[in-house]
T-cell receptor
Framework: DAGITQSPRHKVTETGTPVTLRCHQTENHRYMYWYRQDPGHGLRLIHYSYGVKDTDKGEVSDGYSVSRSKTEDFLLTLESATSSQTSVYFC?????????????FGDGTRLSIL | GENVEQHPSTLSVQEGDSAVIKCTYSDSASNYFPWYKQELGKGPQLIIDIRSNVGEKKDQRIAVTLNKTAKHFSLHITETQPEDSAVYFCAASNFGNEKLTFGTGTRLTIIP
């Protein structure tokens, strides 16, 4: 298995509170991604990073921010959580060799916002 | 942007029979097509991928075919086994765009 650790694995919180999810990799891969998975929608890209301090938006980035201060860590923050952000969040990593190295996924964080 | 459609959403097959899942994509520039298998409580796991310079790729009981003209690609699983039961996702991307667009998934159930 790819060396990807997501934390926490489960979290329940209330509307309006800030939430930070962490993705840690041991592969030294350049690219890191955050997805959310919802029934009927598959996996949708929230944000991704192509290097330390280099990030870009995905298709569903509203309400989310990210930071990458070290190669191995990619943080996803919900500044003020809403019930619509209840989902399963997956982190992925890729070598991104220039011809898209395959993406490998962590085991996800199940986030419930009440 | 790219749009990937996946069919069927659910599929049940008898153990030992074959299963086929189909995806279509919209962006003719797409040139990389991976397939992922997701088991309950786990993240998606890459099972096979194909690049646009080949039409078919096999790995034991799994094969993927690509028709660039029609812009569709398919996953074929032969001699299905109970452990093949899972949700399968297709995806597409193009060179220089290090992002994947996923289909909505197919829940495959193998009936013993």
């Amino acid at each position: 298995d790819a060396g990807i650790t997501q934390s926490p694995r489960h979290k329940v919180t209330e509307t309006g509170t800030p939430v930070t999810l962490r993705c840690h990799q041991t592969e030294n891969h350049r690219y890191m991604y955050w997805y959310r998975q919802d029934p009927g929608h598959g996996l949708r890209l929230i944000h991704y990073s192509y290097g330390v301090k280099d990030t870009d938006k995905g298709e569903v980035s509203d309400g989310y921010s990210v930071s990458r201060s070290k190669t191995e860590d990619f943080l996803l923050t919900l500044e003020s959580a809403t019930s619509s952000q209840t989902s399963v969040y997956f982190c992925a990593i890729s070598e991104g060799t220039g011809f898209l190295g395959p993406q490998h996924f962590g085991d996800g964080t199940r986030l419930s916002i009440l | 942007g790219e749009n990937v459609e996946q069919h069927p959403s659910t599929l049940s097959v008898q153990e030992g029979d074959s299963a086929v899942i189909k995806c279509t994509y919209s962006d003719s520039a797409s040139n990389y097509f991976p397939w992922y298998k997701q088991e309950l409580g786990k993240g998606p796991q890459l099972i096979i991928d194909i690049r646009s310079n080949v039409g078919e790729k096999k790995d034991q009981r799994i094969a993927v075919t690509l028709n660039k003209t029609a812009k569709h690609f398919s996953l074929h699983i032969t001699e299905t086994q109970p452990e093949d039961s899972a949700v399968y996702f297709c995806a597409a991307s193009n060179f220089g765009n290090e992002k994947l667009t996923f289909g909505t998934g197919t829940r495959l159930t193998i009936i013993p």
